[in-house]
């Protein structure tokens, strides 16, 4: 008899209004907790999460909302600066994507300093954004105009890389600030010199679908994660892909270079997340909650968010 592999939420927090999209930031806040956004209509709602696996005085989840900002239109795309801290002098900065085909760079300090810097350049729909890991002085950007682009934090475009297709996802280097993943609709994902602004490599996904999401394994950069059409495929980019099952967005873990999840197309009655390890065929856990959107992992902690209607669901992991 097969095991049952769902499970509800580990734990879940609830929230004022449907989410959009959800975010825990990929880097230290200098706190024991880890900082997090989510997002919907008209609002960005960010906090800290600290849960029973970091600190046993806690019971499941701690969540403390910091600040709830407005925002003039919902939530499409968030993406968070590595300058984000909360020790010594709070700084919080992130950066959103909405249907205007606008960037708003929001920068607070917490108290009564709060700037939003509004970056025009876009003649589409805004698919995905992230910064420039190591020092946070520079976004890309991705879009239904063909075109990746970059910003500095001024809200000055500073390079343009022209696309066959709509771009999807875009991810950095972690390292390497002058490489950045940029993954087009039609199949194709090209690894850019930012310095020639010219393509180095590409990974071509057949002609299995239009390709929806892709993911760049920061903590091991020869894996290439993707949903293409219905099915997640990964690449070891010094040999070959391997791909299986059906999928809406991909994320690689940030703890475990082995880890990934998916998740089905949002918007569903029910929608689930599968967990995967590399070194098993099938689904490791599957998640299930009532409409979910987005999807984010822990920096430390085997753990994945998922929004939905009035709170957030995570699902820990055994590693």
């Known amino acids: 008899m097969q095991e049952d592999l769902t499970r509800s939420p580990s734990y879940t927090v609830t929230c004022e209004d449907y989410v959009h999209v959800v975010e825990f930031s990929p880097f230290s806040s200098g706190s024991p907790a880890s900082l997090l956004a989510y997002g919907g209509n008209q609002y960005v709602v960010v906090g800290t999460c600290l849960f029973q696996e970091e600190d046993m005085e806690v019971d499941g989840v701690q969540f403390n909302a910091l600040r709830a900002f407005h925002h003039d239109l919902r939530v499409d795309a968030l993406a968070w600066s590595p300058e984000s ?4 002098i709070p700084t919080i900065r992130f950066c959103t994507a909405a ?15 709060n700037e939003v810097k509004v970056m025009e350049g876009h003649g589409s729909y805004i698919n995905h954004l992230v910064f420039e890991p190591t020092e946070g002085k520079q976004i890309a950007s991705v879009s239904d105009d063909h075109t990746c682009r970059l910003w500095d934090l001024d809200g000055n475009e500073t390079a343009v890389l022209r696309l066959r297709s709509p ?45 929806m999401s892709a993911d760049w394994c920061l903590t091991n950069t020869i894996k290439v994660g993707a949903v293409v059409g219905n099915d997640w495929l990964i690449w070891d980019i010094t040999r070959s892909r391997l791909f299986i099952d059906t999928s809406f967005l991909f994320r690689w873990s940030i703890a475990n270079e082995n880890l990934f999840a998916t998740t089905g197309c949002p918007g569903k009655i029910s929608s689930q997340v599968f967990i995967h390890h590399l070194g098993h065929p099938q689904p490791i856990m599957i998640g299930s909650s009532s409409v979910g959107s987005g999807l984010s992992w822990h920096r430390m902690l085997p753990l994945c968010v998922v929004g939905g209607d009035r709170k957030l669901c995570f699902w820990m992991t055994e590693m």
């Open 85 to 88: 801290r909360l020790d010594r």
């Open 99 to 113: 249907a205007d085909r606008k960037l708003r760079l929001l920068t607070s300090d917490l108290q009564d300093q």
């Open 167 to 211: 771009g999807m996802s875009v991810c950095w280097h972690p390292q390497d600030v002058f490489k950045l993943m940029v993954a087009e609709k039609k199949g194709t994902i090209r690894f850019y010199d930012l310095v020639t602004q010219q393509a180095i490599l590409s990974l071509d996904c057949g002609h299995s679908g239009p390709l």
